[in-house]
């Protein structure tokens, strides 16, 4: 990405270019490395962060807002998913941002900067990914119920115009580089046209909820349940609305379901949940669910952190989800360093789902090996060019519930040891393998 004259649609297959530009500003600020990576997402993460606490002393009250941030920022899976680069953390940012203006109630008209910033905010995120559409819409619908009818009208044309002004530029920029079938065949039409080719299963994707939202953080969602349910006349249950129940129905009807399509939806369930426990009835039911929300919040971070108890025992699968993924910074550097040792400065290797080309100051020379898996159904030639790739180069950093997704001649030849790929055994890792070609000299160059 950060080659001279190097274009979003070069990298990206099914996100709009938005996301390429922030990133690119990342490597520009912070240099081109692992770093730079983490914190495309730490830092809108951190501006969520703020802007619930802005926004639950804006809707309610000072202590809402408090206690709203304290459970995002010891939240479990938001903790997990915090630094991983994910688009769906700048397209929060900016959602939150535009909630915290539209937040403000003014008396009369209401400025048109202000709804008009909101706007643009909006356009903004939908240049990271394609849910910020629906979720724009539900912050729209909000905002213009929190206006006086006379106003009402005024307020939703204003709002319209700042999402169509980064709308109109962006139409611009794709026409100026005959991009604009290839953008709509992108973003939005493969995913329908491909993505459900295999069909779509209701008890994988109850049993995917269940993992991936459930586990993390039952106290939570069940003080969702019971606050969006009660009679409480919460302030902040109309904001929470908007982004739990758009990112609830996108993740029914995807194709895939992963834990960071929760992202957009967890600030705002903490923001609901800490209202009703700063609201709720009786004395001693509040300590009751603030005790049970602290304890639970507490344990998934002991395990997140500690790693305790073991893994493999069949009483502790639940918890699974409450693990950190056992790649390690020290194991990378590992093979970061015998990538340098085994390789010239300009040869590229081929690495999948790590920091090790940034660690050994290297190139990928596959650069779809990061999208996700469902890039087989997604693109035509799928995985089935990876050999070729392979042939270039002399080291390769697998994953190995990737391999699975690979041609299965090839990885059987990896496997067998009877051709030129050798495994280097001292790195052997529960989640990656590494090999090394014994019969080419390196490739310099190679893209």
């Given amino acids: 990405m950060g080659d001279p004259g190097s274009s979003a649609l070069s990298f990206f297959n099914n996100k709009p270019p ?3 530009y922030w990133y690119r500003f990342c490597f520009a600020v912070f240099g081109n490395g692992p770093v730079a990576c983490h914190l495309s997402s730490t830092i809108p993460d951190l501006m969520v962060l703020l802007m619930l606490a802005v926004i639950g002393r804006t809707l309610a009250s000072a202590r809402v807002g408090d206690i709203a941030a304290a459970i995002y920022a010891t939240l479990q899976p938001a903790v997990r998913l ?6 769906e953390a700048p397209l929060t940012a900016c959602l939150f941002v535009a909630g915290a203006i539209i937040a403000r109630r ?11 910033s909101a706007g643009v905010l909006v356009g903004v995120a939908t240049l990271f990914k394609q849910p910020a559409y629906p979720l724009g819409a539900a912050l729209a619908v909000w905002g213009a119920s929190r206006v006086a009818p006379p106003h009402r009208l005024r307020w939703t044309l204003t709002f319209t115009a700042g999402v169509v002004l980064v709308q109109v530029g962006l139409v611009a920029w794709l026409r100026a580089h005959g991009a604009i079938s290839t953008f709509a065949e ?18 994988g994707r109850i049993r995917e909820w269940i993992s991936l939202g459930f586990a993390p953080m039952p106290a939570l969602l069940t003080a969702g349940v019971v606050a969006l349910a009660s009679r409480h006349d919460l302030a902040t249950r109309a904001f929470a609305c908007v982004f739990v129940l758009p990112v609830a129905a ?14 957009p939806a967890l600030p705002a369930l903490c923001l609901l949940v800490a209202e009703w426990l700063a609201s709720t009835g009786p004395h001693r039911r509040r300590q009751f669910a603030m005790a049970g929300v602290s304890i639970v919040q507490g344990l998934s971070l002991v395990v997140f952190a500690l790693g305790v108890p073991r893994p493999g025992s069949d009483a502790d699968r639940i918890l699974d989800v409450w693990r950190r993924r056992p790649l390690s910074l020290t194991y990378q550097r590992r ?3 015998f990538v340098v040792n085994s390789t010239s400065p300009e040869e590229p290797i081929l690495s ?13 020379a596959y650069r779809y090996l990061g999208i996700a898996p469902y890039l087989k159904r997604l693109d035509a030639t799928g995985f089935d060019d990876f050999p070729e790739a392979a042939s270039h180069v002399r080291i390769v950093v697998l994953e190995r519930w990737r391999m699975s997704l690979l041609p299965a001649e090839w990885v059987a030849s990896l496997q067998s040891g009877a051709g030129p790929w050798r495994r280097v055994e001292y790195l052997d890792h529960p989640e990656f393998v590494v090999y090394e070609r014994m019969d080419i000299r390196p490739t310099s160059g190679n893209p």
């Fill in 82 to 87: 915090a630094g991983h680069g994910y688009t």
């Fill in 250 to 263: 996108i993740g029914c009807l995807s194709y895939e379901l992963y834990d960071h399509y929760l992202i």
């Fill in 106 to 116: 003014r008396d009369g008209p209401p400025p048109i900067g202000g709804v008009l």
């Fill in 335 to 337: 093979v970061a360093a």
């Fill in 352 to 364: 999948t789902g790590t920091d090790i080309p940034y660690l050994a100051s290297r190139r990928n």
């Fill in 18 to 20: 938005g996301i390429y």
């Fill in 186 to 203: 992108r973003v939005f039409a493969q995913g329908i046209q491909r993505g459900y080719a295999d069909g779509f299963s209701v008890a």
